[in-house]
């Protein structure tokens, strides 16, 4: 896997633009592509996010000054293009963002043909009982394993407002799957 | 699942994984994005030359004609002569003379009428004896 400063410097020279971003895509695709299908649930919805968070990094590319690091931009754009999709579907559809992922869940079939183990689809109805915000701040702690500091970033909140959120998430998904 | 803890579970894998497929497929999808944003803002940027000259022809032909507007819509003040020869010019002065007569005519009568006294005065010719007249 090629790190960041050899992407970035591919980035930054158009002659080796296009070249950079299918690099970018095999890098980061796999674990961008988690983080917004568990913000978004539907497959054709998160295809046409990380689409647009791409096309984000294209445009904005002048405007990355290297102070973060690159995944952590790219995270922040991915999640920024995930809830704004989710308040514009759920403002059309008139129910909150929490009630759209649920349905989303359960019209997707995957509630019962999850790809995996069982444990990660219980894992993953938990997970819909939280607020929002509270989801993403577990996603990335938990399965993306970002440190408190690089979350902060993304999200614009203090380490100590993401410690308690991170804390109260794991005590309603541990509750969620013992009343199970 | 009743002493379920998420630390003392292995590792539980996000639910959904993007498979090698797709992944390929993102990528030629991406790339072929990027070039039509490429294209987009070239076309765009040939287009605005061909705007910022017709522009800067534009400000250089208003900067150009601002001291002709100016000279044109400067006001002089007239002279007190040129007034005069102007509220002079449309004057109908047999009019004029008709309304000073009518005027006159009209003092006359008042005074004939209103002042008694002043009627005597002027009918009475013996100035000597009115004066004197006790």
């Known amino acids: 896997m090629k790190d960041d ?14 070249r950079a971003f299918a690099l970018l895509v095999k890098t980061y695709g796999k674990r961008l592509y988690a983080h917004i299908r568990g913000i978004v649930i539907s497959h054709d919805d998160t295809n046409d996010v990380l689409q647009n968070t791409f096309i984000k990094v294209f445009r904005h590319i002048d405007s990355f000054k290297g102070d973060s690091k690159l ?31 649920v349905s989303e869940f359960e019209t997707s079939g995957l509630d019962n043909e999850m790809d995996g183990e069982a444990i990660a689809a219980t894992l993953q109805k938990a997970l819909l009982q939280l607020p929002a915000k509270q989801q993403l701040v577990f996603r990335m702690k938990y ?8 979350i902060a970033e993304i999200t614009g909140t203090t380490v100590g407002a993401l410690k308690a959120s991170y804390h109260h998430a794991v005590r309603k998904i541990e509750d969620f799957i013992r009343a199970l | 699942m009743k002493d379920f803890k998420l630390d003392t579970q292995p590792k539980i894998k996000p639910a959904f994984e993007a498979s090698d497929t797709y992944l390929d497929q993102l990528q030629k999808q991406v790339v072929s994005s990027i070039q039509q944003e490429k294209n987009k803002k070239a076309a765009f940027r040939i287009s605005t030359r061909g705007i910022w000259r017709y522009a800067a022809a534009a400000v250089v032909v208003i900067a150009a004609s ?59 010719t013996n100035v000597e004896f009115l004066i004197t007249e006790p």
Do not use: C
Request: hydrophobic share 35%; charged share 25%; net charge negative.
């Open chain 1, 5 to 18: 400063a050899f992407i970035w410097a591919q980035l930054s020279d158009p002659a080796t633009q296009e």
């Open chain 1, 71 to 101: 995944y952590t931009w790219l995270y922040r754009i991915a999640t920024n293009e995930s809830l704004t999709f989710l308040e514009q579907k759920s403002r059309k559809s008139g129910v909150s963002i929490e009630q759209l992922q």
């Open chain 1, 143 to 150: 399965f993306d394993e970002l440190t408190y500091e690089e």
């Open chain 2, 66 to 124: 601002i001291p002709i507007v100016n000279n044109s819509l400067v006001t002089t003040e007239p002279t007190s002569s040129e007034i005069e020869h102007e509220l002079l010019r449309n004057v109908d002065f047999g009019s004029v003379a008709f309304a000073l007569d009518n005027e006159l005519s009209l003092v006359t009568t008042e005074s004939e009428s209103t002042d008694p006294v002043e009627n005597e005065l002027l009918e009475n």
